[in-house]
């Protein structure tokens, strides 16, 4: 780490952080040291420990080890209060406003200016609102409910609480992740006169044109580690993103050869409009098709509307040519298609129920006889899905919330899988699974494949997209920039696709389709 | 600007954002305000009819009636209203209230000669413990409002029955003093009424003046934000339980004062009254937005229904089928208002993709 010692005091420092969460360790022995008046930015791949690390800040979480310094004395952060005491603040991708509330109770909650009596001054907290927003340059009225802001002016009103307590650190975490281009402008002017001032500014994106254009300093984190940290000038985005997923890609996919039949599932110019547009693609019998892209791009919502759980408002969805209709799940399943959701205890699982319960709630009715289901009928099915999953269970009759989050999700599969589809969707298939089991996850898509299901797989781990997917579907902002084969499917050619990056990629089929913003 | 965002909208639509945003929600804000005008309005249509067909609906004693109907669930409305806009709810008022008359009877039985400020004491302060029973369950123990006062709505009860062991406490073991509280009248105003009126005045002042009391809508508008915010969730809520059970318990002695006879059984079933009070005034059933005054309203207009129909010779029967409309027009306004906002803003929300 280069020290230069002309430059801006350092105000804040972490080192040797360390934070778990159970037996994953979402940070192991992080460094970081923000300067007075400097931007610094960090980049990761997704769950490379960006938002650990902005909720330790943030005082959410308390590292399990390691030092913070403000000013060099040592910062103890216990709670969201003393953050905000300590003069940090954070704005998190989605801001955390209270709808119901003005805009100016929301800038000043908890720290209204009072008059006798302690009384809210009211006059005086919407005077110092439309001060703030002055000195930001936007017109905001500082009467109206947050409800219905746009989310770059929601972060206006977060910058505008930060300023309003003097905050010397601000920690924005993907900031520009759901704003249009010139709503990013806006920003980046706010954020230059923020840093002018002198505040020390963590800027976390996916977005390299901006880390370059804001940054004096860049620091890589990878699998909770930190990498690097180097002045801009002496670094380039290739070498960034290798830094950012420069690892060894594990032998833990076993990935069978699988001879690719006719055109199974067909998606043409599906849009729906704000969240992603103008999306086509097929996938075919025994291939398993992987979607990446960073979290935002649009993936989930992608497949959720073609299996009728979002409405789209343009484009078609075709099983074997066959189209569905639009906003019918039931329809979709009928067509043999199947979904694994992304969120398995909100989405995938009733918790409560037991194993055996929630393994056959998709075949109620082939099941039941004369509309009754019997218990046997019921526990016969689960078994035999539940052995050949291999699912550790007590006893198929324990609630499903008892087991551990792989045979959990084993139990997800095995309920789609026992509707015997044709189309198999799974939404990010191991997250939150220990490598053991998603191994087994891997084993078992790929032998579905093998038997002749089209699987599409949207995953954030690259390393399970390179490992599977016999084509990659790369998604940036919406929209689907890039198409790859296995073979030319690399680290660097993905990650530079899903973060939008026009520089000259070292591999690649298809040209570079992005459309719009940025 | 309108919600008609298109995909395209995004370089070529130069300072869009920063035009002041006001129709939306300040539309929004307006309807809201419309909501307790709306209330009020009704109000004043319903005891126009009444009178209309029958003026001795608000001659003296009517009028004297009327506001008297409306105090205790005044009372109950803005201690429920408090709790509501935390995204929390207190069914075991009913039974506070129950609770709370008998321990006052109870005390004049023992000391004839109790001044009513004793009781008055007295009778919040059995409401005040049961209200931290309830914060404590609810703050400490993190079991949901709704499941912890339906059972202490069972255990107050129970505890009130075997306290009383059947026993009936009659107007004549009441103090002279105190049941001319509950006929006395200031101004022509019940006195009693003027309980009610007070205590509007400052939950109203408080809400609206106090750091805590706008940390309360914060905590029911978004409780994850407000954790993010710092502000002692657990704490807040507690303390709007302790404050819903203290106002439950004044309202017992007010039942007392008016009634005069007690047993076991006052209050019972108010509860789901007063949450419709609560609903009806304007305050989101899911917390953050409303006012105690609006519940209030709410609580009068149910009472006045009450007292209206049977002057209207409409059956009784349907006042509760007028009530149940009321509360379906009152969340029905709700849900429309809501997907509107979240329509405009999911059009705002384009990416620019």
């Known amino acids: ?518 | 600007m309108t919600a008609t965002t298109t995909s395209g909208a995004t370089p070529e639509t130069p300072p869009r954002p920063s035009e002041p945003p006001r129709d939306g929600s300040s539309a929004a804000h307006r309807i809201f305000m419309a909501r307790e005008l709306g209330i009020g309005l009704a109000l004043v249509l319903l005891v126009a009819a009444t009178t209309a067909v029958n003026p001795r609906f608000v001659s003296g004693q009517g009028r004297k009636d009327l506001l008297l109907g409306a105090t205790i669930l005044v009372v109950l409305a803005v201690g429920q209203a408090i709790v509501i806009v935390t995204r929390n709810v207190d069914l075991s008022v009913g039974s506070v209230l129950g609770l709370s008359a008998f321990a006052t009877g109870k005390l004049f039985l023992a000391m004839p000669d109790a001044p009513i400020v004793l009781a008055l004491f007295a009778g919040v302060g059995v409401g005040l413990l049961c209200g931290v029973v309830n914060g404590a369950l609810i703050a400490v123990a993190r079991v949901p409002a709704l499941v912890v006062t339906l059972g202490t709505l069972y255990v107050f009860r129970g505890v009130d029955y075997s306290w009383a062991a059947g026993q009936q406490i009659n107007a004549a073991d009441l103090p002279r003093g105190f049941k001319s509280l509950g006929t006395a009248t200031l101004l022509g105003i019940p006195v009693l009424a003027l309980f009610a009126v007070a205590v509007l005045l400052a939950a109203g002042f408080y809400l609206r003046s106090y750091r805590s009391g706008r940390e309360l809508y914060a905590i029911g508008s978004d409780p994850a934000a407000a954790r993010l915010h710092g502000i002692p969730v657990g704490r807040r809520v507690f303390g709007a339980l302790v404050v819903s059970g203290g106002l439950a318990g004044l309202a017992g002695v007010l039942y007392a004062a008016r009634f005069g006879t007690l047993d076991a059984a006052a209050g019972t079933g108010i509860e789901l009254n007063v949450v419709a009070a609560v609903v009806v005034g304007g305050v989101a059933i899911f917390g953050g937005s409303g006012s105690v005054y609006g519940a209030a309203l709410g609580a009068v207009l149910l009472s006045t229904i009450g007292s209206a129909l049977p002057v209207l010779r409409i059956d009784p029967f349907w006042q509760q089928a007028v009530v149940g409309a009321l509360i379906l027009a009152a969340i029905g306004m709700d849900r429309a208002l809501a997907a509107r906002i979240a329509h405009r803003l999911r059009g705002r929300r384009a990416r620019g993709a």
């Open chain 1, 1 to 518: 780490m280069p020290e230069r010692e002309e430059d801006a005091p350092v105000l804040l420092t972490m080192s040797d952080v360390r934070k778990s969460f159970g037996a994953v360790h979402a940070l192991v022995d992080v460094r970081l040291e923000l300067r007075a008046g400097e931007v610094h930015a960090l980049v990761g791949e997704n769950g490379a420990g960006k938002s650990t690390l902005v909720k330790i800040l943030a005082g959410v979480h308390e590292p399990d080890d390691g030092v913070l310094t403000l000013d060099g004395q040592p910062l103890r952060l216990t709670g969201p209060a003393d953050a905000r005491a300590a003069g940090i603040a954070v704005i998190y991708q989605e801001p955390t406003l209270f709808p119901d509330l003005s805009v100016a109770e929301n800038i000043f909650m908890g720290r209204q200016p009072l008059r006798g009596l302690r009384r809210i001054d009211t006059a005086l907290m919407r005077r110092r609102a439309a001060d703030l927003f002055r000195r930001l340059g936007v017109h905001l009225d500082p009467d109206r409910p947050a409800r219905g802001l746009s989310i770059a002016d929601q972060q206006l009103v977060e910058i505008a609480k930060a300023l309003s307590f003097d905050a010397r650190v601000l920690v924005m975490d993907e900031p520009t992740a759901a704003l249009s281009g010139v709503e990013v402008e806006r920003l980046f002017a706010v954020v230059r006169s923020l840093r002018e001032a002198g505040a020390a500014i963590l800027f976390i994106s996916h977005r390299f044109e901006e880390v370059f254009a804001l940054a004096a300093r860049i620091t890589v984190l990878r699998d909770g580690r930190w990498v690097s940290t180097d002045p801009v000038e002496a670094l380039d985005t290739a070498q960034v993103v290798r830094r950012m997923v420069g690892r060894e890609i594990s032998q833990l996919f076993p990935k069978q050869e699988t001879s690719v039949g006719e055109t199974v599932l067909g998606v043409r110019g599906l849009t729906r409009t704000g969240v992603f547009s103008d999306v086509s693609f097929e996938v075919h019998r025994g291939e398993i098709v992987a979607l990446a892209g960073l979290v935002g791009a649009g993936r989930s919502e992608v497949v959720r509307a073609l299996f009728g759980l979002d409405p789209y408002d343009a484009g078609e969805v075709r099983v074997d040519g066959v189209r569905l209709p639009r906003g019918r799940p039931a329809a979709a399943l009928a067509a043999g298609l199947a979904l694994v959701p992304e969120d398995r205890r909100q989405q995938g699982l009733v918790m409560e129920l037991s194993v055996e319960r929630n393994a056959t709630l998709t075949r109620r009715w082939p099941l039941a006889r004369f509309g009754l289901l019997g218990r046997r009928a019921e526990r016969d099915a689960a078994r035999t899905w539940a052995d050949r999953l291999q699912v550790k269970a007590g006893r198929l009759t324990d609630p499903v919330s008892t087991l551990s989050g792989g045979n959990q999700q084993k139990v997800v599969l095995a309920k789609w899988l026992a509707t015997e589809p044709r189309v198999l969707i799974v939404d990010e298939p191991t997250r939150g699974i220990d490598v053991g089991t998603k191994a087994e996850v891997h084993r078992l898509m790929s032998r579905l494949a093998a038997d002749g299901v089209a699987v599409l797989m949207v995953s954030s781990e690259l390393p399970e997209v390179l490992g599977m997917a016999d084509r990659v579907l790369v998604m940036h902002e919406g929209r689907l920039v890039r198409e790859l084969t296995r073979d030319a499917a690399d680290e660097e050619s993905v990650m530079l696709a899903a973060t939008g990056t026009t520089g000259a990629p070292a591999t690649g089929i298809s040209t570079d389709r992005r459309g719009g913003a940025a």
